[in-house]
């Protein structure tokens, strides 16, 4: 059982930055591949980004590639996502999710999910 728990989303103005962080709970996260998600209003959910759990690898859709970076530190049970050159497009609901699947692009892979965090980016 993994419980994972969001923070570091608000309001910024485009092109600025934010760091969004996911603690996990229990001694088993280093077990999991870790992913980010977002959902804005009247769409889908879509993946961001994702880790494997030893940190080496690591998966970026294409909207995102070299403005976000993920990260993970199994000793602090927490992930992160270092956003950079905010869009007003990257306005959503972020969510941190957790799998043992290899399949990290695919949200239905994922068993375990925080609540979410708000990023708005204004114009």
């Known amino acids: 059982q993994v419980q994972l728990v969001e923070s570091g989303g608000g309001l910024v103005q485009a092109g600025g930055s934010l760091r969004l962080s996911c603690a996990a709970s229990?001694?088993?996260?280093?077990?999991?591949?870790m992913g980010w998600f977002r959902q804005a209003p009247g769409k889908e959910r879509e993946f961001v980004a994702a880790?494997?759990?030893?940190?080496?690898?690591?998966f970026y859709s294409d909207s995102v590639r070299g403005r976000f970076t993920i990260s993970r530190d199994n000793a602090k049970n927490t992930v992160y996502l270092q956003m950079n050159s905010l869009k007003p497009e990257d306005t959503a609901v972020y969510y941190c999710?957790?799998?043992?699947?290899?399949?990290?692009?695919?949200?239905?892979?994922?068993?375990?999910w925080g609540q979410g965090t708000q990023v708005t980016v204004s114009s």
């Open positions: 999710a957790a799998t043992t699947s290899s399949r990290v692009r695919a949200p239905d892979e994922y068993g375990y």
């Open positions: 880790i494997s759990w030893s940190g080496s690898t690591t």
């Open positions: 229990g001694r088993t996260f280093r077990s999991y591949n």
